[in-house]
């Protein structure tokens, strides 16, 4: 119990065991979040410092309370782009910041709130719902933008901020000319860098690390030596984040209360999704609904050290898996790791080269894109193919949140789809007296007396008319009166399939026949029991198995038609053969 509500005591006894492994990843995440930390506060509206207040405090939170091994928080596109949208209804960062900040500070700790709220609610199972083609779409949607948003940092082109997949396509192309050769040149040494490296099985752990440090030097020479221009992450404030207790003014907590949940459900979506596309390189079993509360602890908790909301950053966790992080110790190693860089190395830490740090996302873009997944997708499915395409498309030339709810919806439609038509087969006795499918055996014998059928599906509301048209169709036949429904592929009843059920066993019951079932599940049968449709349908109708069934339905066959049948499918046959 203890470890469920403290997860952290589970993976720390293994920290010992991979240290080496979460300090790379961790080191590794360090370098990769300063630029980051910078742009997506600029993005949300915020000054750069509370970027890295939330990079600092949010990845130690959630790592703590967390179910995934591999999931980096903190401040991300999605989430940034959300807030400033938000807030930005109300007050502009341009007319008064210390109003903007004071109000984003307020909608992240709500936005915890109702994240903490969902996951003790135990809302997780939601995610479930979530196909891993999306997964797939999604991840490779976020792979495709997030390399195309370090273009600007490649080419050295100043793309304007918040630009689009199609925007920034369409700006660099008419400005490819003002290209900076010496930022192109460090950023696709840093990437080569990393290709090789990453081939050396000795130090290929180490590819994100050295490529960076070897980046950065090739910037310097190129810099000292013809003089080139390469933007660096600039000057970086050294401060800890100070503590400081959010305005909770209720008319501001009103305003924003919508604005909150939206926020709230997008941060878990996306986290859920992040962790969910690692998890299915790292088999790793993860408990969604404890990632909802680790999600709003650390939203909550950071608000009151001036830190704005954070969720799962697809480039981190991307970047903490492939650098062979083993445990969340990584980032808090990472957290850390920033907090000595911003008290220490603030003077160092400026020189870092944004090609160099392009070059590296670049890669990790790149390695998002499943193309295994991808290719058994366009094999084996179409209807996979669409969430997948849709997904994809969605989260290139859509915002994040509205390439997952096409993503979802559409993978429920076609769920609905499916379980709305359930496989009715009619089954036939064949010559070594085994029940086989009339359409695998065209000379296996029926009973012409009694249809033996078998449904595999749930009886539910969206599964009841092509159910009901098949029965109806059958009921039409006059010269049945009787059928035997195999039941073990019935995965569950709803209340309005019991509904049907009993109107239509009474149905065939008013013209002297019966509809009988054979190996019903136990939990099939709870709505039928529940809700008093057993007692009227007759105990007497569900049998154990088909054996006991056909035993007995044959004594209320008519005995005149058996007298003169020559099919005789049945052992009970044999003893009106003997007689």
Same mark, same amino acid.
Request: net charge positive; with cysteine.
């Given at each position: 119990?203890?470890?469920?509500?403290?997860?952290?005591?589970?993976?720390?006894?293994?920290?010992?065991?991979?240290?080496?492994?979460?300090?790379?990843?961790?080191?590794?995440?360090?370098?990769?979040?300063?630029?980051?930390?910078v742009?997506f506060?600029?993005?949300? !509206?915020?000054?750069?410092?509370y970027?890295?207040?939330?990079?600092m405090?949010?990845?130690?939170?959630?790592?703590?309370?967390?179910?995934?091994?591999?999931?980096?928080?903190?401040?991300?596109?999605?989430?940034?782009?959300?807030?400033?949208?938000?807030?930005?209804?109300?007050?502009?960062?341009?007319?008064?910041?210390e109003?903007?900040?004071?109000?984003?500070?307020?909608l992240?700790?709500?936005?915890?709130?109702?994240?903490?709220?969902?996951?003790?609610?135990?809302?997780?199972?939601?995610?479930?719902?979530? $196909?891993?083609?999306?997964?797939?779409?999604?991840?490779?949607?976020a792979?495709?933008?997030?390399?195309?948003?370090?273009?600007?940092?490649?080419?050295?082109?100043?793309?304007?901020?918040?630009?689009?997949?199609?925007?920034?396509?369409?700006?660099?192309?008419?400005?490819?000319?003002?290209?900076?050769?010496?930022a192109?040149?460090?950023?696709a040494?840093?990437?080569?860098?990393?290709l090789?490296?990453?081939?050396?099985?000795?130090?290929?752990?180490?590819?994100?690390?050295?490529?960076?440090?070897?980046?950065?030097?090739?910037?310097?020479?190129?810099?000292?030596?013809?003089?080139?221009?390469?933007?660096?992450?600039?000057?970086?404030?050294?401060?800890?984040?100070?503590?400081k207790?959010?305005?909770?003014?209720?008319?501001?907590?009103?305003?924003l209360?919508?604005?909150?949940i939206?926020?709230?459900?997008?941060?878990?979506?996306?986290?859920a999704?992040? $962790?969910?596309?690692?998890?299915?390189?790292?088999?790793?079993?993860?408990?969604?609904?404890?990632?909802?509360?680790s999600?709003?602890?650390?939203?909550?908790v950071?608000s009151?050290?001036?830190?704005?909301?954070?969720?799962?950053?697809?480039?981190?966790? $991307?970047?903490?898996?492939?650098?062979?992080?083993?445990?969340?110790?990584?980032?808090?190693?990472?957290?850390?790791?920033?907090?000595?860089?911003?008290?220490?190395f603030?003077?160092?830490?400026?020189?870092?080269?944004?090609?160099?740090m392009?070059?590296?996302?670049?890669?990790?873009?790149?390695?998002?894109?499943?193309?295994?997944?991808?290719?058994?997708?366009?094999?084996?499915?179409?209807r996979?193919?669409?969430?997948? $395409?849709a997904?994809?498309l969605?989260?290139?030339?859509?915002?994040?949140e509205?390439?997952?709810i096409?993503g979802?919806?559409?993978?429920?439609?076609?769920?609905?789809?499916?379980?709305?038509?359930?496989?009715?087969?009619?089954?036939?006795?064949?010559?070594?007296?085994?029940?086989?499918?009339?359409?695998?055996?065209?000379?296996?014998?029926?009973?012409p007396?009694?249809?033996?059928v078998?449904?595999? !599906?749930?009886?539910y509301? !969206?599964?009841?008319?092509?159910?009901?048209?098949?029965?109806?169709?059958?009921?039409?036949?006059?010269?049945?009166?009787?059928?035997l429904?195999?039941a073990?592929?019935?995965?569950?009843?709803?209340?309005?399939?019991?509904?049907?059920?009993?109107?239509?066993?009474l149905?065939?019951?008013?013209?002297?026949?019966?509809?009988?079932?054979?190996?019903?599940?136990?939990?099939s049968?709870?709505?039928l029991?529940?809700?008093?449709?057993?007692?009227?349908? !007759?105990?007497?109708n569900?049998?154990?198995?088909?054996?006991?069934?056909?035993?007995?339905?044959?004594?209320?066959?008519?005995?005149?038609?058996?007298?003169?049948?020559t099919?005789?499918?049945?052992?009970?046959?044999?003893?009106?053969?003997?007689?």
């Amino acid at each position: 119990m203890l470890q469920r509500v403290l997860p952290f005591l589970t993976w720390l006894p293994l920290s010992k065991k991979y240290w080496k492994d979460d300090l790379i990843a961790g080191i590794t995440g360090t370098i990769i979040v300063i630029p980051q930390a910078v742009a997506f506060a600029m993005i949300a !509206g915020m000054p750069p410092i509370y970027g890295f207040y939330t990079a600092m405090l949010t990845p130690v939170i959630a790592a703590i309370f967390g179910s995934s091994y591999h999931l980096v928080s903190g401040p991300t596109t999605t989430s940034s782009i959300v807030l400033y949208s938000i807030i930005s209804k109300y007050v502009l960062p341009e007319t008064d910041i210390e109003a903007f900040v004071s109000l984003a500070i307020l909608l992240s700790f709500m936005a915890g709130v109702f994240k903490l709220l969902m996951g003790v609610a135990r809302m997780g199972k939601l995610v479930n719902f979530v $196909s891993n083609s999306v997964i797939i779409g999604f991840s490779a949607g976020a792979g495709v933008l997030i390399a195309f948003k370090q273009l600007k940092h490649i080419f050295g082109i100043k793309v304007p901020q918040g630009s689009s997949f199609f925007h920034i396509i369409e700006y660099i192309s008419h400005h490819v000319s003002e290209t900076n050769w010496y930022a192109f040149a460090v950023a696709a040494s840093t990437l080569l860098i990393a290709l090789l490296i990453r081939k050396i099985k000795k130090i290929s752990r180490l590819y994100m690390l050295v490529a960076m440090v070897l980046g950065s030097l090739i910037a310097i020479w190129l810099s000292n030596k013809y003089g080139g221009h390469i933007e660096t992450v600039g000057a970086i404030p050294s401060h800890l984040p100070p503590f400081k207790v959010p305005d909770f003014n209720f008319a501001n907590m009103r305003s924003l209360t919508s604005g909150a949940i939206i926020l709230a459900t997008l941060g878990l979506v996306e986290a859920a999704a992040i $962790s969910r596309s690692i998890a299915l390189h790292t088999h790793q079993k993860l408990n969604t609904n404890q990632e909802f509360v680790s999600q709003g602890i650390s939203n909550v908790v950071s608000s009151f050290f001036s830190c704005y909301t954070s969720s799962g950053s697809f480039t981190r966790s $991307s970047i903490n898996y492939q650098a062979g992080a083993k445990t969340p110790m990584s980032a808090i190693i990472s957290a850390v790791g920033l907090m000595i860089v911003i008290l220490l190395f603030a003077n160092y830490a400026a020189f870092l080269p944004k090609p160099a740090m392009g070059g590296i996302i670049l890669l990790v873009g790149y390695n998002l894109i499943d193309f295994k997944h991808i290719k058994q997708i366009i094999k084996s499915s179409k209807r996979e193919l669409v969430v997948f $395409s849709a997904t994809f498309l969605g989260t290139l030339f859509l915002d994040l949140e509205q390439a997952l709810i096409i993503g979802i919806f559409l993978s429920l439609f076609f769920y609905l789809e499916r379980t709305s038509k359930p496989n009715i087969a009619e089954l036939g006795i064949n010559d070594d007296n085994r029940f086989i499918n009339i359409i695998r055996d065209k000379n296996v014998k029926e009973c012409p007396q009694l249809k033996i059928v078998r449904i595999d !599906g749930s009886i539910y509301f !969206g599964a009841i008319e092509a159910i009901s048209d098949y029965f109806a169709e059958l009921y039409d036949k006059n010269d049945i009166k009787h059928v035997l429904i195999i039941a073990e592929g019935i995965n569950f009843i709803d209340l309005a399939g019991a509904e049907w059920i009993m109107h239509e066993v009474l149905k065939w019951q008013h013209r002297g026949g019966g509809i009988y079932f054979a190996g019903m599940k136990v939990v099939s049968q709870d709505v039928l029991k529940k809700g008093g449709f057993l007692k009227k349908i !007759g105990y007497s109708n569900f049998f154990v198995d088909k054996n006991s069934a056909i035993a007995s339905i044959y004594k209320k066959l008519n005995k005149d038609i058996c007298a003169t049948c020559t099919v005789r499918v049945f052992d009970e046959c044999k003893t009106l053969d003997n007689t």
